[in-house]
């Protein structure tokens, strides 16, 4: 794989570079935006900051094979509107500041990823010798259940009240999705997304797989359903909705609400769709910065589909 990074800071483009080159790609550096159309030659993937997503736009529109990702250090409402314009955008890193370069581990993550590689395990999220759970929920009641574990959990770590509260509220939000909207019958048709509120048992074939985890500098929780229905539009248009501040989409069980929950509670979400076979949603938060801080910082979004 060969990228191209346009980041007018020379230091954060090199740490980039770096980081994709660690994985066997090879990596091309620019600072000048207009050197970046004569530089395109075998590239697979252009990467810049979202100040230049016009330009990446642009350039992945006469290339079609081309694979587009942007950082930013400024809200994601900023940057959605190009991912909804040009889906060859499926990623955006947040970074701290313009002179920061975005978080290593996730870079590393996604250039080994677009180079062809697996989809990350749960552990590759977290330092090693971390803590988990793993939750079974089969029924209502289970979820409740599984929604209180996850509070506890992270109350367990003495952390702000209100954190233990946000991952909680994500976690009934992922299940949710996973036991109501997920679920379809043998034509594709959903069997329980009509009634949110109805008390349900799933088959076992229909069952969610929930995991917690915190190495004390993170928290992970990934929730996987055995559909693989979620569509792209439905994380980047439900997610642009709900920062708008618009009204619910009830053709996909609130989507945009939904989303909100998701984009409020964590410092990057990844969406992993296998169509037919499963989705994926992992969410993480940064437990060593203040909720201060965490309200303001750039966060993170990746859909990958298969």
């Not at 599984?146 to 003495?158: D, F, N, P, T, Y």
Request: charged share 25%; glycine share 8%; aromatic share 6%.
């Amino acid at each position: 794989m060969h990228a191209v990074i346009l980041e007018r800071n020379k230091l954060v483009g090199r740490k980039v570079a770096r980081l994709f080159m660690s994985t066997g790609a090879t990596a091309l550096c620019l600072e000048d935006p207009a050197l970046v159309a004569h530089s395109l030659e075998g590239a697979d993937v252009l990467l810049a900051d979202a100040f230049d997503a016009d330009l990446v736009a642009e350039m992945l529109r006469a290339r079609p094979k081309m694979k587009g990702v942007l950082w930013t250090a400024e809200p994601l409402r900023r940057t959605l509107k190009f991912m909804i314009e040009q889906t060859a955008i499926d990623h955006v890193l947040g970074r701290k500041d313009f002179e920061s370069p975005p978080r290593a581990w996730e870079t590393v993550m996604l250039a080994r990823r677009l180079g062809g590689g697996p989809p990350a395990p749960f552990s590759a999220y977290l330092d090693w010798g971390h803590q988990s759970l793993e939750l079974d929920v089969r029924t209502t009641a289970d979820r409740d259940t599984a929604v209180a574990r996850i509070q506890e959990l992270i109350g367990s770590l003495g952390v702000p009240k209100r954190v233990s509260e946000m991952f909680a509220e994500l976690g009934h939000e992922l299940i949710m999705n996973a036991m109501y909207d997920a679920p379809a019958d043998a034509n594709g048709r959903p069997k329980y997304a009509a009634d949110r509120k109805a008390d349900v048992v799933l088959e076992p074939a229909e069952r969610p797989h929930v995991r917690i985890g915190t190495d004390g500098s993170r928290l992970v929780l990934q929730v996987r359903d055995p559909f693989g229905r979620l569509e792209r539009k439905h994380v980047v248009d439900g997610l642009a909705r709900g920062l708008a501040g618009g009204e619910m989409d009830q053709s996909h069980g609130g989507a945009g609400l939904g989303m909100m929950v998701c984009h409020n509670a964590s410092s990057a979400m990844v969406f992993d769709v296998a169509r037919g076979r499963h989705t994926e949603v992992t969410a993480m938060f940064e437990l060593d910065m203040n909720l201060r801080e965490f309200r303001t910082q750039a966060k993170s979004l990746h859909y990958w589909s298969q």
